[in-house]
């Protein structure tokens, strides 16, 4: 029985559980795997860091995620396609693991903030 987010434990399973599948994804894998060649074992502490300073307030996060997706932008052109993508691992990969209040909120938040970034990366290619 699925039940809500309720801390930093969760986070690790939400977090792993998503990038698992970013990683074998066709659409958008070769960004993480060959244009940015993410260091899995640096990048997931700082994504646990993240949602935990995101949903609950705590965390050891420090970063300033835009600037580096903007580099990355200059690297490969992200689109709208890959942002829904993303989006849509990431929902799925709450609701297969949590139900709640918290879930929706991180749902919720995960969307505004790949909103935000695709405009904010948009707007610096003008």
Known sequence: MKSDLGGKEDIEKLVNSF??????????????????????????????????????????????????HIELDKKTE???????????????TVDELFTGSKADETKQRANHIASVMLYRIQQTRS
């Open 19 to 68: 990038y698992d599948k970013v990683k074998s994804d066709e659409l958008i894998g070769f960004i993480f795997n060959e244009v940015s060649e993410v260091n899995w074992d640096h990048h997931l502490p700082i994504m646990y860091g993240f949602w935990e300073m995101m949903l609950f307030g705590t965390g050891q996060y420090k970063g300033d995620p835009m600037t580096k």
């Open 78 to 92: 992200l689109n709208e396609i890959q942002f829904d993508r993303w989006k849509k691992l990431f929902t799925e």
